[in-house]
């Protein structure tokens, strides 16, 4: 029987949100961060192993979207980004103590639902398991098998902190959606060459207009 999986998706405060974006972004920094996360969301939701997205956030512009998208929203207690995540793994473990957790950051604006598929396949082989984001120094994606202990190490050099703590790696081809996370104005033109969400690419369009 395939394993069903519970997805962590931690939004911060949208004033605090894609910072490194502001001075290309400008005023439609809060509606991209917005966008971005309702993108990444709408995949997760698309993508056919996931029972159920859990968002974790303090912010009700933010938290209104996605919860209309069909995300379980549930507060940040605001005391850091694994704390959020535990958070909502308390919250999954609740809900579906027989389904697996996994962790994904809120900034994948390309975010394809069979790219996602793969890995939480390749991730159900083993206790715990990682994705690392495109430069290989972050993490894009941190999941455990039911009942085994959820212990994320976000933020930073995450990459070398889940390997330090046992989890395996998912090196596999064709995860460049799930690896491409947004934090600069490259990252994003990046993540426009694999091809963004409906919803990403609306704020993108009037933000750059094309020629």
Same mark, same amino acid.
């Given at each position: 029987?395939?394993?069903?999986?519970?997805?962590?998706?931690?939004?911060?405060?949208?004033?605090?949100?894609?910072?490194?974006?502001?001075?290309?972004?400008?005023?439609?920094?809060?509606?991209?961060?917005?966008?971005?996360?309702? @993108?990444? #969301?709408? /995949?997760?939701? %698309?993508?056919? *192993?996931?029972? !159920?997205?859990?968002?974790?956030? =303090?912010?009700?512009? &933010?938290?209104?979207?996605?919860?209309?998208?069909?995300?379980?929203?549930?507060?940040?207690?605001?005391?850091?980004?694994?704390?959020?995540?535990?958070?909502?793994?308390?919250?999954?473990?609740?809900?579906?103590?027989? @389904?697996? #957790?996994? /962790?994904?950051? %809120?900034?994948? *604006?390309?975010? !394809?639902?069979?790219?996602?598929? =793969?890995?939480?396949? &390749?991730?159900?082989?083993?206790?715990?398991?990682?994705?690392?984001?495109?430069?290989?120094?972050?993490?894009?994606?941190?999941?455990?098998?039911?009942?085994?202990?959820?212990?994320?190490?976000?933020?930073?050099?995450?990459?070398?902190?889940?390997?330090?703590?046992?989890?395996?790696?998912?090196?596999?081809?064709?995860?460049?959606?799930?690896?491409?996370?947004?934090?600069?104005?490259?990252?994003?033109?990046?993540?426009?060459?694999?091809?963004?969400?409906?919803?990403?690419?609306?704020?993108?369009?009037?933000?750059?207009?094309?020629?």
């Amino acid at each position: 029987m395939s394993i069903r999986w519970s997805l962590v998706i931690p939004v911060k405060t949208l004033i605090a949100a894609k910072t490194r974006m502001a001075a290309a972004a400008g005023p439609y920094r809060t509606r991209l961060a917005v966008a971005v996360a309702c @993108d990444t #969301v709408a /995949a997760a939701l %698309a993508c056919p *192993p996931v029972a !159920r997205v859990i968002v974790v956030t =303090a912010d009700p512009a &933010a938290a209104g979207p996605l919860a209309a998208l069909g995300a379980d929203v549930v507060p940040d207690p605001d005391r850091g980004l694994n704390t959020a995540l535990r958070t909502g793994a308390a919250h999954a473990a609740r809900v579906a103590p027989d @389904d697996a #957790v996994g /962790a994904l950051q %809120a900034d994948l *604006p390309a975010l !394809r639902p069979a790219e996602l598929a =793969a890995a939480l396949e &390749a991730a159900a082989e083993f206790d715990q398991a990682f994705v690392p984001d495109a430069l290989d120094v972050g993490t894009t994606f941190y999941g455990v098998r039911p009942e085994r202990p959820f212990m994320p190490g976000f933020g930073g050099e995450s990459r070398a902190r889940h390997l330090a703590a046992g989890a395996k790696e998912l090196c596999l081809p064709g995860l460049d959606s799930l690896r491409r996370d947004v934090d600069t104005p490259d990252d994003l033109r990046a993540a426009m060459a694999l091809g963004l969400g409906a919803h990403t690419a609306a704020v993108v369009r009037e933000l750059w207009p094309p020629a």
